[in-house]
Every structure is written in structure tokens, then in C-alpha cells.
């Protein structure tokens, strides 16, 4: 080899090599010192925010709990979530100083706080709550990253996280939106004894999704193209197994997990395992606790449980993954076993009442239309589309059966209605309304699980057919369980064991 080619070899391989080297220490040093001058701002930051807030007193008597949520103001489930836990915070700890970490810079505090007031009831003080506003959440929505999303949007939340950082190290920082990768950034920045928990609504990533793939059957995230090409699949595979890898090491960064279901929490705890004992992994998270969260049924336990009509509603936003084609397959085999239910007496009616979000809901909705004459039970069928909450929940006061077709649905919130309503329960056989919701009370029954159009339909009959006192009994029981195991109450009681858990480790670390 002549001594010019051996050079430029040399040359070819160890230059990239050294930039690369040096890249890196650039970024772990920008880092370090990044993290250095958010410490060093620490306490004057936290001055302020008391003295913006108007408490007297020293920083070091109060605990800052940063909880980062970046859609605060979006009134959904997972801020109720949120909401209920800093008014507990409030409530039970008044040293405690509720720093949340929002995107949402168009609201004042006044705004939200009113809005937490008007959508959920809960009130909220404002001389313990400080909003941390973040400007870079469009790194987080779906439109930035129109290829490799799940990727994209988590490094997104990492500069979101770090924007967090810059506003204020707290003192324990809790994630309720489900953002896992900024919990390296916290590592990274944050004293080292800043204890991490997080509240899990459903994993980034789960296995049923790789599954998905691997069986290469079209759903929701994977587009038919992608399961027909052997290629794409595999190459999407392995983006997925790679991701999902990246997302559980985040996992295991931090302390304490809640998981809002048991769905969620066997997904979570499966993840954790794949990456436990590398070196970024806390050593004290094994397993994720079960804190359901709180359920808004106010106003459905008041309802009349006997003199029901012959109704069964079901309750469902008209998207594709609620299956309510099998509602309509389900009713027409009801009807072929009982032809005295069509009218009379008798006559039993499926009534499907959900939202239409937009022209594809639409026209789902049209077809479903066609689709109950095609099957000759469109008179015993009747859609409500869009209705004001006043009409669902005179449906919900009237009705019989609550029906509810979905598969692997995480939750349901709907099933919890149902049965706080006093309605009985007909659900699919799997997830939330098989582990979580329709469980037995005292060893005995709520409702009826099925698994296609044909089992449905015998449940449905079964329900139908319960005697009026064993159909009571079975309202009473529901309605107990909705009330005792999804109530504020029980969250809260939760959600403060997994809190002394973290404060514990806080005084523990320092
Ligand atoms: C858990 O969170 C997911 C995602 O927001 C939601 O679909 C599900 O209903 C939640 N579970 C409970 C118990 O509310
Ligand atoms: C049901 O469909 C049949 C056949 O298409 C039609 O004759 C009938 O008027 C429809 N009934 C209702 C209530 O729409």
C-alpha cells in the first residue's frame, strides 16, 4: 500500500472519529454546565415565585413539587388527574408550593384556575400554585414530527424538559402527562437527590402496537401499506423495538410510577423490565402501582335504579377503534333468536349516542345507518348524535343496558357511568372493562363480557331476561362499585402513598 493511500485511509477514519469525540464532550459539557447554572439560579428563582405568590417565610420550609404538564388547560381526564392531586396537596400539605409546568401560555393562572373550577369542580387556592410556562410545546405535537412521531415527539419533550429545568429545579418532579424521556433531562440537571414519579396514563409505546406489527395486521397506527410490505414492516419493527428500549431505560429513571389501570400498569411493568439494570436505571422502581383515577359520576348515583326501559345505549365517540358495527351484528342477532322484540310489549331498542368530531365521524355514522338496514334492524335503532350532556344523561336515566363493543379499550369511562347510573353493564371481554371496571362486588357479578356479535347478543338476552329483583341487585351493585373504587376519595388515598414514598426519598437523599 503506498504510503499516500495508507494517509488518506488514516485520515478518512480518524477525522470523523475525533469530530465525533468532540461533539460529544461538547454536548455533555454544554450539558453539565447548562445543569450547573440552572442550580446555581435555584434558590433566587425560588425567592421570586414566594415572593410573586406572596408566602413569607424561608425557601427551605417549603417543598417545591414540579408537575410537568404540558396541556393543563385541556379539561380532559388526565388534567382531572392532575387537579385533584394539587388540590390535595393543598389541602393536606401547606408547605408544599404546586409548580406546573405548562404549555398552555395563553391562560393566566386566574384563567385556568377558574376553568379547573367550572369543568371539574375543584378549587383550587392560588397562593400555593405557580405556572411555569414553557414556550417550546409544539415540539410536542403531532404536526412537527410527520414521520418517526413517537421519536420525534419524545426528543421534543426533552427540550421541553429542559426548558422546565431552566424555570425551576423543584425539589420532586412528577410527570401526569406521560412525557418519560424528560426524566434524563432532570437526571442530567437536577441535584441528584431530586426523587422522580410519574403518573402513567398509557404507555408511549405498548406491546400490542409491536405485535400489531409484527402480525403485520393494519390498525389504528399502522397503515394498511405498511402491514402489506414485508420490508416496512420489518423495518418499522425494529424503529419500534428500538424506541420502545429507549422509552422503558426512561421508565426505569425514575422512583415511583403510578399507572392509572391495570392495562397500563402490565405494559409499564413489562417495559421496565427489558432495560432494568443498565446503568441509568433507578434501582428502587420494580413495578408500577395502581392509582385509578378519579371519576366525575356526580349527579348518575341519583338515579331511579327501577322502572327501566327496554333500552340498551351505548355510549361511544363515533371513531373506528369503538367497534360499532358489532353493536349492530350483536342487535340483529338479538333479533333473529327474539322476533317479539322487534315491537309490542316487548320491543327492545339500541340506542347509540356519541360525538361526530368531524366530516370522517360523519360519515362513519351514515354508514352505520345503511349498514342497520342492510341488516333489517334500522327501526329498532336509533343514533344521537352530538347530544348535550342534559340528553345523555336522561338516556343514562332511563336506559336498561349499557353496551360498550370496544376492543382493549385502556379504560372506559363510559362503563364507569353505566354503572354508576344504574345501567347494566354488556362489555367487551378484555382491558379496562374486564380487569378494571365491570369486576365482581362482593363476589358477585356487575354486568356480562362477550367477545363477538354472536356471544353479545346472547348477553344482551341474558340481561334482558334477569328477573326484576336479580336486575336490581345487580344495579345496586354497580353502582356501589363505580362509587367506591373510582371516587376522588380512593385516588387521593393513592396518589399520598405514592407521595410520602417520594418525599421519604427526598429526606432520605440529602
Ligand atoms: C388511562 O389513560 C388513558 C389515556 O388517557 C385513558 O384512555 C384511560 O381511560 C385512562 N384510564 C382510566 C382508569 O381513566
Ligand atoms: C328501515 O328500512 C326499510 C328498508 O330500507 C325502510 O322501508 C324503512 O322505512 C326504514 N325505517 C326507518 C324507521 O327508517
Not at 400489531?212 to 424503529?239: F, I
Not at 350483536?330 to 316487548?346: C, H, K, T
Not at 365491570?438 to 363480557?449: C, D, K, N, W
Not at 336486575?471 to 388515598?493: D, I
Request: glycine share 6%; charged share 20%; with cysteine.
Amino acid at each position: 500500500m503506498s504510503g499516500q493511500l495508507r494517509e488518506a485511509i488514516i485520515l478518512a477514519v480518524l477525522v470523523p472519529d475525533l469530530f465525533a469525540v468532540l461533539v460529544l464532550f461538547a454536548f455533555v459539557s454544554g450539558v453539565y454546565a447548562a445543569g450547573l447554572k440552572c442550580r446555581l439560579q435555584t434558590d433566587d428563582k425560588r425567592r421570586a415565585i414566594l415572593k410573586e405568590l406572596g408566602i413569607l417565610g424561608a425557601i427551605t420550609d417549603k417543598t417545591f413539587v414540579g408537575l410537568f404538564h404540558p396541556y393543563c388547560n385541556a379539561g380532559g381526564g388526565g388534567e382531572r388527574v392532575l387537579w385533584a392531586a394539587v388540590e390535595h396537596f393543598q389541602k393536606t400539605a401547606p408547605n408544599i408550593v404546586s409548580v406546573v409546568y405548562t404549555g398552555d401560555t395563553d391562560a393566566s393562572k386566574e384563567d385556568i384556575v377558574d376553568k379547573v373550577k367550572a369543568r371539574f369542580g375543584i378549587s383550587l387556592r392560588s397562593d400555593t400554585l405557580h405556572l411555569a410556562y414553557l414556550k417550546s410545546r409544539h415540539l410536542v405535537e403531532d404536526k412537527a414530527w410527520p414521520r418517526f412521531t413517537l421519536l420525534g415527539q419524545s426528543l421534543g419533550s426533552m427540550v421541553l424538559g429542559y426548558e422546565a429545568m431552566k424555570q425551576l429545579i423543584p425539589d420532586v418532579y412528577i410527570d401526569t402527562m406521560g412525557y418519560a424521556f424528560t426524566f434524563h433531562v432532570v437526571r442530567a440537571i437536577a441535584p441528584s437527590s431530586t426523587p422522580i414519579g410519574a403518573y402513567v396514563h398509557y404507555p408511549t409505546i405498548s406491546t400490542d402496537m409491536l405485535n400489531r406489527v409484527r402480525d403485520r395486521k393494519a390498525g389504528h397506527t399502522n397503515t394498511g401499506g405498511v402491514a402489506r410490505s414485508s420490508l416496512l414492516s420489518s423495518g418499522k419493527l425494529l424503529y419500534y423495538h428500538i424506541f420502545a428500549w429507549l422509552y422503558s431505560a426512561s421508565l426505569n429513571r425514575a422512583d415511583v410510577l403510578m399507572a392509572n389501570s391495570t392495562w397500563t400498569k402490565s405494559h409499564v411493568d413489562s417495559l421496565l423490565k427489558s432495560s432494568q439494570n443498565t446503568p441509568f436505571s433507578s434501582t428502587l422502581v420494580k413495578t408500577a402501582k395502581i392509582v385509578y383515577p378519579p371519576c366525575d359520576t356526580h349527579g348518575l348515583e341519583n338515579f331511579l335504579l327501577e322502572g327501566r326501559q327496554r333500552v340498551i345505549m351505548s355510549l361511544a365517540q363515533f371513531r373506528p377503534e369503538k367497534e360499532h358495527a358489532t353493536q349492530l351484528y350483536a342487535m340483529r342477532d338479538l333479533l333473529e333468536m327474539n322476533p317479539e322484540y322487534r315491537n309490542g310489549a316487548n320491543e327492545v331498542k339500541l340506542v347509540l349516542l356519541g360525538s361526530s368530531r368531524n366530516d370522517e365521524d360523519a360519515a362513519r355514522v351514515e354508514s352505520l345507518r345503511q349498514l342497520a338496514k342492510k341488516l333489517g334492524v334500522n327501526e329498532s335503532v336509533e343514533f344521537v348524535v352530538n347530544a348535550p350532556w342534559k340528553e345523555v344523561q336522561g338516556w343514562l336515566s332511563r336506559s336498561s343496558i349499557g353496551f360498550s363493543t370496544m376492543i382493549d379499550e385502556h379504560f372506559g369511562i363510559n362503563v364507569v357511568e353505566f354503572l354508576a347510573a344504574g345501567l347494566i353493564p354488556v362489555v367487551h371481554a378484555s382491558a379496562g372493562p374486564f380487569l378494571d371496571i365491570v369486576v365482581p362486588y362482593q363476589g358477585q357479578p356487575t354486568g356480562f363480557h362477550a367477545k363477538d356479535a354472536s356471544e353479545f347478543a346472547r348477553k344482551l338476552d341474558e340481561a334482558l331476561m334477569l328477573s326484576p329483583s336479580s336486575q336490581l341487585s345487580m344495579r345496586k351493585r354497580g353502582r356501589a362499585l363505580a362509587s367506591e373504587k373510582f371516587s376522588t376519595e380512593q385516588f387521593v388515598k393513592g396518589w399520598d402513598e405514592s407521595w410520602r414514598e417520594l418525599d421519604a426519598l427526598r429526606s432520605r437523599r440529602r
